[in-house]
């Protein structure tokens, strides 16, 4: 299993491939649905966004409030495929990663490809588990849209699957093809 910070996150794309495991460590940008939206008036309006892209990776979850000291509570990922809309343009605009469940549309796996960016699957239903490798979290922008707010995460050995690659290649449609011939 490959270990990865975020800060070298952009070198180590090139050699990932679908279906390999990883443990990504650093900092990483909690945006689902609503904070989408809120991104894309910004950009839009030609105002800064609350975050650099460039070589930035996001998370489409919206943590629970943490308790007993924990920075959130349970932090599963959302559905992917919801954020489609949106992920050709900001990949275009740098972003490196997103982390998520579920496949994703052809138009944002050309979009991977064309920017040499990953798609990396977290274990939907395990928001538990997600939580315990996340050791900061700070609402750096859209408070008002509570849970979905977007939040600076640091991320320690948080485990990951390469879902769709720079390459283009697709674990979500390999099985498919694979359970197809069966």
């Known amino acids: ?14 050699s990932l491939r679908a279906g390999e495991r990883v443990l990504l460590s650093g900092t990483v940008y909690t945006a689902r649905d609503e904070a989408h ?5 910004l950009l839009d309006a030609e105002e800064p966004l609350p975050f650099d892209l460039k070589d930035a ?8 409030p943490g308790r007993n000291g924990m920075p959130v509570g349970s932090c599963g990922p959302t559905t992917s ?24 549309s052809d138009a944002v796996v050309e979009a991977i490809r ?36 977007v939040r600076r995460l640091t991320v320690e050995k948080m485990p990951l699957t390469v879902a769709v690659d ?17």
Request: a positive charge.
């Open 1 to 14: 299993m490959k270990e990865i910070d975020t800060a070298a996150l952009r070198q180590e794309i090139p």
């Open 37 to 41: 939206a809120a991104l894309f008036r």
């Open 57 to 64: 990776a996001i998370y489409y979850a919206g943590p629970t």
């Open 81 to 104: 495929s919801r954020m489609d809309g949106f992920t050709p343009r900001l990949l275009g605009l740098g972003l490196a990663a997103m982390i998520g469940k579920g496949d994703r």
């Open 114 to 149: 064309e920017n040499g960016a990953v798609y990396f699957a977290a274990v939907g239903g395990a928001g538990a588990l997600m939580a315990k490798h996340i050791t900061a979290a700070e609402v750096i922008a859209f408070p008002e849209l509570g849970c979905e707010a």
């Open 166 to 182: 720079a390459q283009g290649n697709d674990l979500f449609r390999a099985a498919r093809a694979r359970w197809a011939r069966k």
